[in-house]
T-cell receptor, first 113, second 111 residues
């Protein structure tokens, strides 16, 4: 079984709809991240959480919100989706400490019409 | 603060070598290298910690020059499977909270 899972894997929705993307991990890591990826723009950080009570905005948090329900679960919400939020979204986890290597989920491809 | 990767893209024939560079304007604590196939998740390749460590992964190796604040990824005798986008992520010496990612280098290996 995959260590980091994301649901759904693909989603097509309409402008104005509320969308939730979910991320679960079995790696036992404290740190979790949400990124979006657009062609040519690399990985842009939306939100990150270093533990259940520590949630921080990333570089592009406007239009997004998150919830850390447990150590293993981190959800990303788009309250009112707009077409320029069409992108590939990745969840990642890391252990922290000295190396802090990040491990990515398989991604969610979101299309907002 | 975002590290700069060069080149942006490279095309190789199978068996050729390539070097991808990652430079930062900040003092670095570590550099992480990842490879991503189109539409898939980035996969961790290796980490370089301050101290000038050089690491290897099959025929892929990397170096880290603290003084120059840069890392280089070396792909030797490239294989078709090396194709993808390579990202470096840096942890700054003064703030170890999270990785800062470069924009990536696209590598295509042709037969």
């Amino acid at each position: 079984d995959a260590d980091v899972t994301q649901t759904p894997r693909n989603r097509i929705t309409k402008t104005g709809k509320r969308i939730m993307l979910e991320c679960s991990q079995t790696k036992g890591h404290d740190r979790m991240y949400w990124y979006r990826q657009d062609p040519g723009l690399g990985l842009r950080l939306i939100y990150y959480s270093f533990d259940v009570k520590d949630i921080n905005k990333g570089e592009i948090s406007d239009g997004y919100s998150v919830s850390r329900q447990a150590q293993a679960k981190f959800s990303l919400s788009l309250e009112s989706a707009i077409p320029n939020q069409t992108a590939l979204y990745f969840c990642a986890t890391s252990q922290g400490a000295r190396t802090d290597t990040q491990y990515f989920g398989p991604g969610t491809r979101l299309t907002v019409l | 603060q975002q590290p700069v990767q060069s080149p942006q893209a490279v095309i190789l024939r199978e068996g050729e070598d390539a070097v991808i560079n990652c430079s930062s304007s900040k003092a670095l604590y570590s550099v992480h290298w990842y490879r991503q196939k189109h539409g898939e998740a980035p996969i961790f390749l290796m980490i370089l910690l301050k101290g000038g460590e050089q690491k290897g992964h099959d025929k892929i190796s990397a170096s880290f020059n603290e003084k120059k604040q840069q890392s280089s990824l070396y792909l030797t005798a490239s294989q078709l499977s090396y194709s993808g986008t390579y990202f470096c992520g840096t942890l700054n010496a003064g703030n170890n909270r999270k990785l800062i990612w470069g924009l990536g280098t696209s590598l295509a290996v042709n037969p």
